[in-house]
């Protein structure tokens, strides 16, 4: 089985600042890796994901993620944040043998001007 | 229509109603989900379903029946819900690859629809 944390409910940060969002993640096969966003009364969208090669994912809306198998980590980036990226993000991930993505706990970003 | 597209958007319910959430997906995909999100708790996966067969059911309570006409299409019958079954319903679509073990590469969401049970 596998299982994803991420290990902060909410991230405040000011506009234009820099903001990182961690994720773990266990499993004991090979996985993919996924961050989705969802704005107020929305559903999910992909932000990036990782599925094989180089381990930085570049994705929409200016975000890139790191894959590191020796952490098990999987961080989202985003070197300038705006207003329009208050949200909450999710951490995602498929292993084989299991159709389904399992998904952290979420994390709320708050952008502040 | 594109993406994946669940009606109702949003649903009050009594307890003892009986009423249905759709989903349609628009990109041939072969296998359809429906999520769970409640306030404060993590996306439960609920049902799969891949090329109209139920493949997982995570425990759910029998009040939830789902159903999958064809790989297009993904119902979840609702009968005699409680309070805390209000939630933000998911459905989902991914294109399986048998290859890979059937990882699931990405997995593409509709809009959810709101439920509330009073």
């Known amino acids: 089985a596998q299982s994803v944390t991420q290990l902060d409910s909410q991230v405040p940060v000011f506009e234009e600042a820099p903001v990182e969002l961690r994720c773990n993640y266990s499993?004991?096969?090979?996985?993919?890796l996924f961050w989705y966003v969802q704005y107020p009364n929305q559903g999910l969208q992909l932000l990036l994901k990782y599925l094989s090669g180089s381990t930085l994912v570049k994705g929409i809306n200016g975000f890139e993620a790191e894959f590191n198998k020796s952490q098990t980590s999987f961080h989202l980036r985003k070197p300038s944040v705006h207003i329009s990226d208050t949200a909450e993000y999710f951490c995602?991930?498929?292993?084989?043998?299991?159709?389904?993505?399992?998904f952290g706990s979420g994390t709320r970003l708050q952008v502040q001007p | 229509e594109t993406g994946v597209t669940q009606t109702p958007r949003h649903l009050v319910m009594g307890m003892t109603n009986k009423k249905s959430l759709k989903c349609e997906q628009h990109l041939g995909h072969n296998a359809m989900y429906w999520y769970k999100q409640s306030a404060k708790k993590p996306l439960e996966l609920m049902f799969v379903y891949n090329f109209k067969e139920q493949t997982e059911n995570n425990s759910v309570p029998s009040r939830f029946s789902p159903e999958c006409p064809n790989s297009s299409h993904l119902f979840l019958h609702l009968h005699t819900l409680q309070p805390e079954d209000s939630a933000l319903y998911l459905c989902a679509s991914s294109q399986d690859l048998p290859g890979q073990g059937f990882m699931n590469t990405e997995a593409f969401f509709g809009q959810g629809t709101r439920l509330t049970v009073v």
């Open positions: 995602a991930v498929s292993a084989t043998g299991r159709r389904a993505l399992t």
């Open positions: 499993s004991s096969v090979s996985v993919y």
